[in-house]
């Protein structure tokens, strides 16, 4: 059997860890270790996309937190030394992507439910302070439905002291394809204000995901209202600073999803780029 490329090899535990799975990621171009806020696979979205396994339940239902910071100590101990590049699993690293980039909150659902989300987000910041690695980034990867929620925003004003980055999903122009691609009772309304209000505050970077359903790419219209999306976000005075467009590179929920070809996420960027303005960048599916 050939092996998968590293980055569509996200599980999210390592050796006996259950909070904190260290990863290859393409878009963080070197190692990040993620920080699963959500052991219990519950999420407020249920994107057709998905990749998390909700067909068993985890073993997991609450953060730990004490063995959580532990866990982060210790995955942060095997980068630093290398001794993670002997593993099985990482062994075959290309050299460019041996370097810690950051830590990011993601996980196997939404982290900003997380209803400690401030204060563990602040722990983190101080392991991370207490180790000087102040280039290291956090990451937050969120759907943006929580941004309103004032516990939420102390947690994105503790990123911002820390080299935050935040990634918020946007991947529909319109209420309609919303519905159909994420799948919650949650208005797109209120995605789109928590971005525009949350970009004010500091640039986000925008992760779309685009993919065939049933066989069809994403309409031209779909895409274009989009766009149109974008550059109301950006009108408002809010900051969006990278555009991530890309696809299914994991076994994804539904089997009616797939990848779309490398040369539609390269016209998926263009059209965002001459539409908007704002920079863009490909991610592709399986290809490497
Ligand atoms: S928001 Fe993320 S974790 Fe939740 S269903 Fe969508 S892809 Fe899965």
New binding site residues.
Partial sequence: MTALPLHTRHERSFESNKFVYPVLSRRSEGMSIGVNLNPDKV?N???I??Q?DRTTQSETQFVASDRLLAELDATLDLVASGEIFKTERFKDSPLRLRRLNDIAFSG???PTTYKNFDEIISTCADVKRRRNLPHVKMVLIT?ASMFHRPHVQRGLEILDANNGEIWA?LEAGTEDYFKLV?RTPIPFRQILDNITAAAKVRPLVIQALFMRVHGQPPPLAELEAFCDRLREIASAGSKLKLIHVYTVARQPAESFVAPLADVEVDAIVELVHRRTGLAAKAYYGTSV
């Fill in positions: 999420c979205f249920d994107c996309y998905c998390v196997d659902g939404e759907n999903k994420d």
